[in-house]
């Protein structure tokens, strides 16, 4: 269950100077200990396996900014994890380096137990924008993953087709990303993004450049249209609703320097309904998730 | 899925109907915005000329300082085959300088992008051939290589491999950093990147290019011709200009001027064909 007992320290230990890193080593100690893998019951060897990672990034004249300090997580096959915090807090540093498009300073990165793992190429990821490529249609924008790893055009297309009426899509193969609202757009980018089949799916706040309506649509569509059986999946929002709508377990990270807060396990029913929302077990967990942010936001 | 029958076909008929308004909408937007492009420059034109002719009437100029636009006409229609002839050896010094630019440009701009090396050798040099005024190379030129076709194609080329060598260069360059991260995680080789990324997304900045050396190539071409030659629009208005025939002169400005503008123009329809997809790509969803 949630680690909440760690929070008060967390909380009360954070320094007027979020940039001083001394401070941060002296209040968050490198034990394994302290990790979310310390959660029991996880026996297999999980799909992502972040350890101790921490990242800075270089500023001319000024100290470094620490984009993510000390961060462990597993996350297993089947599972859907959602990482929530605030703007700026390190979210998107840590996916780019699960994604392998970034390498942590201090710490390391496994895919199914493989420490050195190539993970570039080997984890899917859709970003906050769609991305799409205005020159090709819906289809072959869907397909390019399958045409980069060499799959022959007639079967990629077959695949892609499949999918895309589960997706809501097939109408739209055709159709160049111009032509489509944004929703449709963002349903596109994640078709292409998980038509490869890879263990781990990365989401970037991927509903950010929607509207309300379209956003909870989707919220909802994604719950129900992804096959998460044989999928690892990671999802980055600021949204503490949308994060317990979707997610088996949510993290809070903190402001920059990232860390994680607090894990919260969340036992509600799935398919769960727009109304979970007014369900007390919802409510409670909601509250936790927003005081452990606001804890964290109020100086 | 079973569970949202009803909510996907309401988003998709919705977004069906946005789409085909759409593609309505731009034809008349199209259309209304090349009568509001050309039809303008196109009267103002034809006031100007109608001026020109009523001045030159009126105030009574001689015929060998400024002929009436009649008189220009008349030229060109009583003996078309000097204009056709001499016109089609400066366009086949432009098209194959053109073709020579084109080519090289992208060699040079591939090279660039796939050798930073190459890059820091060849780019400055890029930069001080365009400093020298190349009306001055022209007499090195004829003693090099004599009055025929080459001079005049190598000073096509210098005019114009410029604007197409740095068109595709900029073009390449200006990827947007998460298309590229994009690509990376799915495991794109650089290869792939450069024809399925880079390559397409430089076409618009090519097509600036193109369309710029598509103008200059007609300087090119007349100054060519101005140093030696034997045939050419350019020769014509040299050799005509010094006994005095104003209105061949004029005639030939004319038609050299609507060959700049055909290729322009022919540019810019290949263009339009080609990126049509290209437009209003960040119209939506992508505003961050």
Avoid at chain 2, 128 to 138: C, D, H, I, R, Y
Wanted: proline fraction near 5%; aromatic fraction near 8%; charged fraction near 20%.
């Amino acid at each position: 269950m949630s680690q909440t007992s760690e929070i008060p320290s967390n909380v009360h230990s954070r320094n007027e100077d979020s940039f001083s890193r001394s401070s941060v080593n002296a209040n968050s100690p490198r034990s394994h200990s302290r990790g979310i893998s310390a959660a029991p019951a996880r026996s297999e060897i999980p799909a992502v396996s972040v350890r101790n990672a921490s990242k800075s990034f270089p500023r001319s004249d000024l100290p470094p900014v620490e984009a993510i300090v000390d961060v462990s997580i597993d996350i297993d096959l089947g599972e859907f994890v959602v990482i929530v915090g605030p703007s700026g807090c390190g979210k998107s540093t840590l996916l780019n380096i699960i994604a392998g498009l970034a390498e942590p300073d201090i710490g390391s990165v496994s895919l199914q137990g493989d420490d050195n793992a190539e993970r570039i190429g080997r984890v899917a990821y859709m970003h906050q924008i769609d991305l799409l490529l205005p020159w090709r249609n819906v289809l072959s924008n869907a397909t390019l993953g399958l045409e980069i790893a060499g799959i022959p055009r007639a079967d990629a297309d077959a695949k892609a087709t499949e999918l895309a009426q589960r997706f809501g899509i097939a109408e739209f193969l055709n159709a160049y990303p111009a032509t489509l609202s944004g929703g449709m757009r963002q349903r596109v980018a994640l078709l292409r993004a998980v038509l490869p089949d890879r263990n781990v799916l990365l989401l970037d706040e991927p509903f950010k450049a929607l509207d309300a309506i379209t956003r909870a649509e989707l919220q909802r569509w994604l719950s129900d249209v992804l096959d998460r059986t044989n999928r690892a999946t990671v999802m980055v929002t600021h949204d503490v609703e949308e994060a317990l709508m979707l997610g088996d377990r949510v993290l809070v990270m903190s402001p920059r320097p990232g860390r994680i807060l607090l894990e919260l396990d969340v036992d509600l029913p799935r398919p769960r309904p727009r109304d979970v929302v007014r369900e007390p077990n919802f409510v409670e967990l909601k509250w936790q998730l927003l005081s452990a942010l606001s804890g964290e936001s109020v100086r | 899925m079973s569970v949202l029958p009803q909510t996907e076909n309401h988003v998709s008929s919705e977004s069906a109907t946005v789409a085909s308004r759409r593609q309505t909408v731009s034809i008349w937007n199209r259309l209304a915005g090349y009568v509001q492009n050309w039809g303008t420059a196109v009267v103002i034109a034809l006031l100007g000329l109608v001026v020109w002719e009523l001045s030159v009437r009126l105030f009574d100029v001689q015929e060998w300082l400024l002929p009436p636009v009649s008189k220009i006409l008349s030229e060109l229609i009583t003996d078309p085959p000097l204009f056709i002839s001499n016109g089609w050896v400066t366009l086949r010094e432009i098209l194959v300088g053109f073709m020579v630019s084109t080519t090289f440009g992208f060699v040079m701009a591939t090279g660039m992008f796939w050798s930073r090396l190459l890059e820091r050798s060849v780019y400055p040099f890029l930069i001080a051939s365009q400093t020298v005024p190349v009306f001055t190379l022209a007499p090195l030129l004829v003693i090099w290589t004599g009055t025929g076709m080459t001079p005049k194609v190598v000073i096509v080329v210098l005019f114009t491999f410029f604007p197409i060598t740095i068109g595709l260069m900029t073009g390449l360059r200006s990827v947007d950093a998460d298309m590229i991260a994009m690509f990376r995680t799915l495991g794109a080789s650089k290869w792939q990147m450069f024809t399925k990324l880079h390559l397409p997304s430089a076409l618009p900045y090519l097509f600036a290019g193109l369309k710029v050396a598509a103008v200059v190539s007609v300087i090119g071409a007349v100054i060519g011709e101005w140093i030696g030659a034997s045939a050419g629009l350019g020769w014509l208005i040299k050799t005509s200009g010094s006994r005095y025939q104003t209105d061949k002169v004029f005639a030939a400005i004319f038609t050299l001027s609507v060959m700049a503008s055909m290729m322009f123009i022919l540019i810019s329809l290949v263009q339009a064909r080609m990126l049509r997809h290209y437009h209003q790509s960040d119209s939506e969803g992508a505003t961050n």
